[in-house]
């Protein structure tokens, strides 16, 4: 592990990845404010991206928000669907300030989710492919440090966003149980006051694109960037399209089989018995 790091200390200097501030990050409710960061992504042609649902099942989620970051430490959120909430103890009314038009926000960034020409940076961008296209957009143009984590170290049991940090930027990200819940009281994202679901998803931003910034050169220097480039990302679209797709089946041939296995039941029951 020390070696690793002193790598990523030589080849991208990671002092400036550990020491830049967590938390200062801006909630998106105006169309002013939205173009600002808009223009930014455009001029700088990159952008990491994460995105909040009301559950982890691409088929029943629904697009909560969306965080983009630039740089270390800079980062937004853009809240699309948060609802009122309010807690027997606590007092919530402040927290869910006006929204911009879903619609609105779509039309506004989908120019950018499929510019080719435009980087986006994801942590398990798969998830983020399959919700936006649920919404008409086609992510293009893409890396995911989850599959930079997994090339450059496969050995690793884990390769999540809240390990990846802790490994690799020494900071421990705000923890989903905190905002959520457990149990009977257990909220959905789109039920978090919209300045605590800033803190999370605007951090998640931040942390893609610091340990993109780390893992980056490293896949060349440790040899990896075909294994990544050619297998790992490519594997991205097809799967999801894959699992968005489902398999077509043949509803006449699972009858017959059935009907098959029930016999092969029946004399293995009467075997059983005898």
Known sequence: YKKDVNEYKIYNNLEDEIETNYGDYETIVTKKRLDYWLDIINDVYYCSLDIETTSLDEIDATLVGISLSVGSGIACYIPLNHIFYKSKTENNNQNFIDQLPFEYVIDKIRPILENPSILKIGQNIKFDFKILKKYSVTLCSYEDTMLMSYSLNAGLHRHNLDFLSEKFLN???????????????????????????????????DITFRLWKIFRPMLAIKKVSTIYNRIEMKLISVLAEMEMNGILIDANILAHLSNQFSKKLSLLEEKIYT
């Open 171 to 205: 900071h421990s990200p705000i923890n989903i149980s905190q905002l959520l819940g457990t149990g009977k009281t257990k909220k959905i994202f789109s039920e978090i006051p919209i300045d605590l679901a800033t803190n999370y998803a605007a951090e998640d931003a």
